[in-house]
């Protein structure tokens, strides 16, 4: 791998002297993964089929047939994957625990090769002088459990639980933070409503009550874990988007409305206490037992969130496209840093937050590999616009702990397959071959910065 250090520093791309004061003291610099995206090794050592695994295996899911069978092959080359995290000089890692690794059913048995590989990880982060930011639940369900109903069933929720507890007293005192889901809106939704990712069905109400059973999955995990002691700061990770009215007419601000209901406040209610929000327009209320809404509302440690764009809400017909000044990623994406520091400060006014984490943001882009680097300068431009945009909030009173940049490497982007690049370090899927990007370099620059120090070469 050329050496990280081999980019001159770029002054354009520095942060501002206010950001740089801002984000100085009391905030963690991270990056973040997922099992599935990463991992591989789908069949190695006694793991479980996941939901992801199945779908990946259904023609026509997933752009080009790719599957996650070997990813980034990360599961065997997680030394290397470590040592890249440590060049960055960040002091956090945030990635998930495959559920099929560790409990191949999901209930029962539990697979002591898949317990060893994340007691090693955590382990070498450590090692490596960087805090575990571990999460429970990226998506990948074991389908031995969805065979039995999925989220879709009350009762998966008490496995969950079950599961955070074992993970809990394996790993709980050596991380730095647990969260339970990550983003519960896309397992319901792109999972249930629009079928767009795994299982792959199709009922807005079967997503409603599947969110329910995500949150109370969430709930009684908080309280087995902390029945247990609670090792370390135990949370949750939301999907979090401002939405912007395309005008100020009624019919575009009731638009914006809904979808800010049915995106942020339908998690963010109950988790507060306020249960689920019932403006016109969203779904019917799930299905909710007695003492549900209690544990849901349990208190969080810490919230994660996770921003990538805006929602545009224009009721016309056909809709008036967003501005896109700052253009769109290669997900189609709109850049918009400020609705990062919009979405904050509203979160703030609007609800008692705990600490918060920027668990994931990062930008796809169609890099290139050419001459052994990547010159990915959109992407410095995105993360930096972001870190601006969370000076700001932090300016004003939003208590922000850290940044985790999406994504350490290139990796498996869901029903997007291989095609989405979004990592600070490319991967070559042939060889899995891993060179630093431009933004490896920025980041790593960057933190050092922020830090009051030079980089280190
Ligand atoms: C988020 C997911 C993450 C990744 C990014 C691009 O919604 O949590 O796994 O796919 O989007």
């Not at 008036?320 to 979160?347: C, K, Q, S």
């Not at 060179?435 to 620059?445: E, Q």
Request: with cysteine; net charge negative; charged share 20%.
């Amino acid at each position: 791998m050329k050496s990280i250090s081999s980019f001159p520093p770029d002054p354009t791309a520095a942060l501002s002297a206010n950001a740089v004061q801002a984000l100085r003291e009391g905030f963690s610099w991270g990056v973040a993964t997922a099992a599935f995206q990463i991992e591989g090794a789908a069949r190695s050592d006694g793991r479980g089929e996941s939901i992801w695994d199945r779908f990946c295996h259904t023609p026509g899911k997933v752009r080009n047939g790719d599957t996650g069978d070997v990813a980034c092959d990360h599961y065997h080359r997680w030394r290397e994957d470590l040592d890249l995290i440590a060049s960055l000089g960040v002091d956090a890692y945030r990635f998930s625990i495959a559920w099929p690794r560790v409990q191949p059913l999901g209930h029962g048995a539990w697979n002591e090769a898949g317990l060893a590989f994340y007691d090693r990880l955590v382990d070498g982060l450590l090692e490596r002088g960087i805090q575990a930011h571990a999460t429970l639940y990226h998506w990948d369900l074991p389908q031995a459990l969805q065979d039995r109903g999925g989220w879709a069933s009350r009762d998966t929720a008490q496995r969950f639980a079950d599961y955070a507890q074992r993970l809990h007293a394996l790993l709980g005192d050596r991380l730095a933070a647990l969260a339970t889901h990550n983003e519960p809106w896309c397992t319901a939704q792109l999972g249930h409503a629009t079928g767009q990712f795994a299982p792959g069905q199709r009922d807005p109400q079967l997503a409603a009550q599947v969110s329910h059973h995500l949150l109370l999955s969430h709930g009684l995990a908080l309280a087995a874990m902390r029945a247990d002691g609670a090792r370390c700061p135990l949370g949750i990770v939301l999907n979090h988007s401002s939405v912007t009215p395309a005008s100020d007419s009624a019919e575009d601000r009731a638009l914006a409305a809904t979808h800010y209901a049915g995106f942020v406040r339908w998690y963010m209610d109950p988790l507060f206490g306020r249960g689920y929000p019932q403006d016109p327009g969203l779904p019917q209320r799930p299905v909710v037992g007695a003492g549900d809404l209690d544990l849901i509302a349990a208190p969080l440690d810490f919230l994660g969130i996770n921003y990538y764009t805006r929602i545009w809400a224009s009721a016309a017909q056909p809709p008036v496209p967003p501005p896109r000044a700052l253009g769109v990623t290669d997900m189609g994406w709109e850049i918009h840093p400020d609705g990062l520091r919009e979405l904050l400060v509203g979160l703030q006014r609007d609800y008692p937050l705990p600490p918060i984490y920027i668990t994931e943001n990062g930008m796809a882009h169609a890099d290139l590999l050419h001459e052994g680097t990547v010159d990915d300068a959109p992407r410095i431009d995105y993360v930096r616009r972001h870190l601006e945009a969370l000076a700001e909030a932090r300016r004003v009173g939003v208590d922000l702990r850290g940044y985790f940049c999406w994504s350490l490497l290139d990796n498996f982007e869901w029903d997007s397959g291989y095609a989405k690049r979004f990592g600070l370090f490319h991967v070559d899927y042939a060889t899995q071959q891993r060179t630093h990007k431009r933004s490896a370099h920025w980041y790593r620059d960057t933190i050092a910065q922020v830090r009051g120090g030079a980089a280190h070469g």
